[in-house]
């Protein structure tokens, strides 16, 4: 199993399911050519061709509505979005159409599109380039969500979204691209969606997060030690959301702090909280704590690091939950 | 390169001053299944109408003198080609021997209106306004990567064109050489907005030519020309030479829908001048001064559309009332758990 960056198995995935399925196809703006601004589709257009590694023009409307009738055509297309915020044109044809085109069809027609998008701060980018919309696309009816935090589930959920039948949107998370190497398995390797992952075991509380948060969790776990032994689950897929493992793991530790990157409002971290008041709020010892984004827009770049949460945010919210 | 305002193509003339001419290559078999076309649709929208008003269907939104436009069009293209409507399309499907019961279904809310695509070529009726541009453009440019040979038709507004998702399909289709027509139905209003509100372009064909395509101007209420223009889109889609604008020019001659009253807004004498030259009416008097088209035969054509819509409504309204399991299928071919905790909870409140 060779060592490879985020970014690397994001392309190393790409490379196998083009070689797998001759339907697949990947469109986006500089994806071919250049291979992508972050050489996520690097390779692609030199070995599978113009036609399948299709640099477009400068619309995401344009690339997300053209794929809707790609797939009608019996194509498989995974669309980059070249940052978060870009994406923002494309909800138009998310909204309206990827999400209800099957469900119109009554069933009878498939659209197996896969969105893939650099997402999140910390990279000191001009505005809107650090973006977190993954609520936007959970909220949408018929679409799901896969947000991995590391190279061999970034590889392993990507797969699974180009191989699902219904509109897949995967968010990598930018600032891991080329932090950390991982053995990523050789070849095939699909992480089936809708299964969270436990990250490290804990007995005192839960750490929730998915993409680059599950980094700030684990950094969390370890300041904490021979204080309080933390457990932190990455959820992996937003939707379907694995359940079980949520509740299964605060009925252990009877705590849960929920840490996302997006603003707090209507975030994912309230329907996690929602789910355990729902379905474990007898298990809890101590009230569910969000430790969010705040609700203004992403800030410039020197204040960055003031609004995405820190370790020191976590631990403080540990503690508050750790004492009530 | 580009036609200017006042110069519409044009073949049916007005039995005086203007000339008659022909198309090549149709037979009067040809003319005459073009006409009945016209009528199905115009019998179709007629009756729809009388549905509303008797409260067996909900808004509808009206094509009243668009049947040319549809018919013209739907006639030059093969089978295997796909029809991207908008919702002033709503009927075109009856030109694929989709049933009037399926039609007459989705205006009733009723999920028996929601058709498979593959089964006529046909896509879902699309609601917001311009947002299926993309789609035909990425079928025809997908079908094309395939190497199958199949062109496809969007359907839209005046009012359309002034969307980005028209802007954006349009500019991949030239960019892709997409085998694609897209079709403007200018009717010079979106709901009250007039055509000179929504561009400051003299016309809209004119477009066209900024997104490396022919843009074509034909008379919309000349099914003819229609078809002649469409005809010639099509041909060149399927020969390498890539996508087509086509504006089709008429008057909206009656409400935007049922909910609509132009009255506020839309010059009258205009409509009534419109009503004058209204599609169906002009093309069978060109086909009876061709001696295409006698008054029995034009009695017969509109009595079987007459039946079928009367078979039509009454097997629409014969639907049983849809299972509530319908709202949670189909979203997903794989759902969420979740969903199946909400079936059992619904079954369980409505006792059902």
Sequence with gaps: MPDLYLVEAVNDALHVELERDPSVLVLGEDVGRLGGVFRATAGLQERFGVDRCVDTPLAEAGILGTAVGLCMAGWRPVCEMQYDAFSYPALDQLINHVGRYRWRTRGKMSFPLTIRMPYGGGVRAPELHDDSP????????????????????????????????????????????????????????????????????GTDVTLVGYGAMVHVALRVAEALEGEASAEVLDLRTLKPLDEDALVASVRKTGRAVVVQEAPRVVGFAAEVAAVLAERAIFDLRGPVIRVTGYDVPYPYWQLEDAYVPSVARVVDAVRRVLAA | MLPAEGDLRRIIGDGEALPDGEVDGLTPDDLLALYRGLVLLRTYDERSLVYHRQGRIGTYAIFWNHEAMQAGSVFALEGRDWIFPSYRESAIGLLRGMPVSTVLSWWR??????????????????????????????????????????????????????????????????????????????????????????????????????????????????????????????????????????????????????????????????????????????????????????????????????????????????????????????AYADPPPSLAFDLEELRRILGA
């Excluded at chain 1, 009816?141 to 699974?160: C, E, F, N, R, Y």
């Excluded at chain 2, 000179?196 to 016309?203: E, K, L, P, Y």
Aim: overall charge negative; proline content about 8%.
């Design chain 2, 109 to 330: 809310g009723h999920p028996a209106g929601w058709w498979n695509p593959e089964d006529f070529g046909v896509a879902s009726i699309c609601v917001p306004i311009a947002t299926h541009v993309p789609h035909a453009v990425g079928f025809a440019w997908g079908s094309a990567l395939k190497g199958e040979d199949r062109v496809s038709i969007a359907y839209f507004g005046d009012g359309a064109t002034s969307e980005g998702s028209f802007h954006e399909g349009a500019t991949f289709a030239g960019v892709m050489k997409a085998p694609a027509i897209l079709f403007c139905n200018n009717n010079q209003w979106a709901i009250s907005t007039p055509v000179s509100q929504q561009t400051a372009a003299a016309t809209l064909a004119e477009k066209a030519i900024g997104y490396g395509m022919p843009g074509v101007r034909v008379d919309g209420a000349d099914v003819l020309a229609v078809y002649e223009a469409t005809r010639e889109a099509a041909a060149r889609a399927r020969t390498g030479g890539g996508p087509t604008f086509i504006e089709a020019v008429t008057y909206r001659s009656a409400p935007h829908g049922t909910a609509d009253d132009p009255s506020t807004y839309i010059d009258e004498a205009r409509v009534e001048e419109e009503k004058e030259h209204e599609c169906v009416g002009r093309f069978g008097r060109y086909l009876e001064r061709r001696g295409v088209l006698t008054e029995s035969v034009a009695e017969e054509i509109r009595t079987e559309a007459l039946e079928l819509m009367r078979t039509g409504i009454v097997e629409a309204e014969a639907e049983p009332p849809p299972d509530p399991a319908l709202v949670f299928e189909h």
């Design chain 1, 134 to 201: 993954e609520t936007y696309y959970v909220h949408t009816p018929g679409v799901k969500v896969a947000i991995p935090s590391t190279p061999a589930d970034a590889k392993g959920l990507l797969a699974a979204a180009i191989r699902d039948p219904d509109p897949v949107v995967v968010f990598e998370p930018k600032l891991h691209y080329r932090t950390t190497k991982e053995e990523v398995p050789d070849g095939e390797y699909v992480v089936p969606l809708g299964q969270a992952r436990v990250a490290r075991q």
